[in-house]
């Protein structure tokens, strides 16, 4: 097994160019056309009419999958409340048995379900792998646990479920938001009728495999596929009580209207414009990791991504060198690579609406960084960037980009970081970087945010409740606060 | 080329160095060791490991022939295959020097010599520095000193500075690596504190462990140690070198410092002039996966030959 | 259990071990006991308890660690493992409809303890509104060894009744198994040993109680000792001898459950931390 001398040479003059390793995908098989979830099976839609979902990384369709009419959206409306009856009634205790076999049917599908939620959505395969399917098996778990433990979560009450439960969710974590959305409404002894975005509706589907495998009564989970027609139809239906939508705040803000004077319930995870804040006194490597994390994990397409990064004035030119030479380590590509970093963008309407807003920031006056990296040719790509000299005013440090794009402020002292991180209209989630413990308290009591994370970001946990203030929305998702939208405190 | 530094302000500096924390590095190196590094880049970087290898032996029952033995496996890891490259070292005890000098006469491998009361460094300065001096005289090319972590960690940096410094004076043209023992400092603060003081105190390398105090190596001990050697070459334009050592068994592990090493210090530190790694039993398992990555065919531990 | 030779079959029966530092053993003293038909259990003594309690002591620290969703996950295992062997469980506890809504009610409480890991600190922990800059919270932690004396019956759900609450709160478990009826218990440490418990979390001795008790009451290595399966006097004297180290003495109901059961056998932890920039 010797090899020769030249190949010995030519091996000593290599660098370390990490070979591809591709995720294995032949254990994943996915249709050619899907049907709707509902009552249990998987059925024809009678609209009689389908759209293609493709992979974002190679602009392939990969499936055909139904789109609901208002027909559709009755049926499944009205399977839930069929369901209702008896799954409201059942015993906690075996309410909690099917939802712990989910939570073990996810574990032993991860990689099927990680692979697929990659191939449909962009997402590099080592954060579905590692962050979206675990999350989504440890959120059934936890929920499962609460089934028959209600009484303790809210003493001195009886909680009662709400009814059929019209959940929309959006295309940056479709697993997970499906998981967050279904978990405590089944706990809590509601059915579902879930639509997740027309650009991710694999891993809903493959899930609505999982509710069949684990014997879950029909009815008590459906799942209809479309567009933001199909979501208006969904919660729009007299038959469904309770509303839980995930996406952007504009339909947010519509839906809301929508359902004035109906008498529903309602919860809006909505936008975000995150301020990330960095003292001079932050261990800045870890620093430096957290920042990339927050803006650079999956595409930045993340509600809470730290898109502002506040840095204190003394520290940010050693700061921000050391963030530039991070991102020229950032592995941009072949979302099924499991050395990728960075996948690919959603969509290429999501693509336009980044670029446009990219170049807005140029035009501003705002400078632009970005480390050298090749771009795939096929596929909808956008590099990690950076930019500097940015103004509260700007529209990059006002809105919402929804991609891998940093707007970098600095600030003087707390106080000014308080005002700068508190000045905008969403109020998702916050970070802080500072050694000092103290600091840390007084900042996350200043923070008009649903979640602060203290030299850390982006750490999420089935325990930990998770939403907004202000126009990120309301509601709480996660721990004992998450089941409280799904409940009747009688 | 030791930073001239004001000596009585040492110790408010050394407090001064920026703090780490401790989940995050655990992360992040969690993080890197899920790379998945495969068929072109894993034969180079397995040969890369040998060619980075300090090949050591530290026991009190070494012998003439042990260290013979070394020698050979060190010039040709394996026999009758020449595309296997040599180690970069062999690591002795001092009295084992001039025999490994010996046997290694003519060829590439270095020889490298624990010193300064190795692995406690708890002895008087005069006694490290003659032992220094007379390792270097019976042939050393590289001497891995350790510090004096009692003075470490009572606050006498000044101690632990003046110590490396005189140290290195004794190597006069030998290279010098400074273990700092990472698993005595107790926290990464203290081990980015002892990386900035040894290499202002002039270390060619620094590295983290003897091998014979637990935990030794580790991945986000090395992180945090190569992210000092970062901001001390962004500082003063020095580049250090980084040796892990104590631990490291299995070509997995080798790999996963060569990533952490190419990430955090990148390609230019992708040399033994800048990295080593000291392990005893971890050049078989190379080979073995070497031989696997050919082949194709698992190995057994029947067909290397032990030294 | 009888031994069945049908026809040409020589049934291989099994040998009742206790489960001590994850290892089936005999007792060191190499004695034996015959309290349900034929078959030889073993008579533990003094120096299996004191192997036992140093073996939980090992195994604490790993434990107690571990998150509060792994062990959630360790325990529902446990229960996963337990109602696969549901026959041979309702077969040592002599068949029937009891035998079966035993070892019905064993499963589910082991399930429901899975599912406190994790909400535990959610439930019995607080954020105190101190007056003064200072952010204060209380939260429970395991106190470490806990010993459980079982009731002889029910002989298998009212060990798994009190393992289940300790072990979910991140405690290491000496457990006496029922002294006429101990096989079930025994049994139960075969599925606790296929259940990913790291080695020594949890221990079940057997034996005769008057020559264990003293010494599991005595231990100043115990942290804390539950007596629901002892007779009034028994009670006493592990309350005389508790007070050595100040053991914690667990009372309640033999059929509690509940959160405070789990935190009976916690310690509560107040933290002060100052607001300030």
Redesign the interface.
Known sequence: MAITKRQAAELAKQTFDYAPAPEAIDHVRIQQRYGLFIGGKMVEPHSKRRFPTINPATEQKLAEVAEADAVDVGKAVSAAATAFTSWSRMAPSRRARYLFRISRLIQERARELAVVETMDGGKPIKESRDVDVPLSAAHFFYYAGWADKLEWAFPNRRPRPLGVAGQVIPWNFPLLMLAWKIAPALAAGNTVVLKPAETTPLSALLFAEICQQAELPAGVVNIITGAGKTGSLLVSHPGVKKVAFTGSTEVGKMIQRSLAGSGKHLTLELGGKAANIVFEDAPLDQAVEGIVNGIYFNQGHVCCAGSRLLVQESIARPLLEKLKQRLSTLRLGDPLDKNTDIGAINSKAQLEKIQGLVESGIEEGAEIYQPECKLPERGYWFPPTVFTNVSQSYRIAREEIFGPVLSVLTFRTPAEAVEKANNTPYGLSAGVWTDKGSRILWMAERMRAGVVWANTFNRFDPTSPFGGYKESGYGREGGVHGLLPYLELA | MATALSLTHLGSLMRGVRSVDEVGADERAASLAKRSIKKASKLWALDLSIRCMDLTTLEGSDTPGKVAALSAKAIRPKPGDASVPSVAAICVYPARVAEARDRLRGSRVKVASVATAFPSGQSFTSIKLAETTDAVAAGADEIDMVIDRGAFLSGDYQKVYDEIVAVKEACGPAHLKVILETGELGTYDAVRRASILSMAAGADFIKTSTGKVQPAATLPVSLVMMEAIRDFMRETGRPVGFKAAGGIRTSKQAIAYLVVLYETLGAEWMTPERFRLGASTLLNDVLMQIDKERSGVYQSADYFTID | MAAKNGGDRVEVRKTYKQYVGGEFVRSESGRAYRPEGSVNVPRGSRKDLRDAVRAARTAFAGWSART??NR??VL?RAAEMLDARRAEFEELLRGGRRARAEVDETV?VL??Y???T??LA??TGTVNPVSGPY?NFTIPEPTGVVGIVAPEEPSLVGLVRRLAPALCGGNVVVALAPEDRPLPALTLAEVLATSDFPSGVVNVLSGQRKELLPWLASHMDVNAIDVSGCTPDEVGAVEAAAADNVKRVVKLPPGERS?HLVTAFMEMKTIW?????
């Open positions: 509060a969703m959630g996950q529902y589910e399930i429901w899975a599912g406190w994790d909400k959610q439930v952010f959160p931390h100052p607001i300030g920039v």
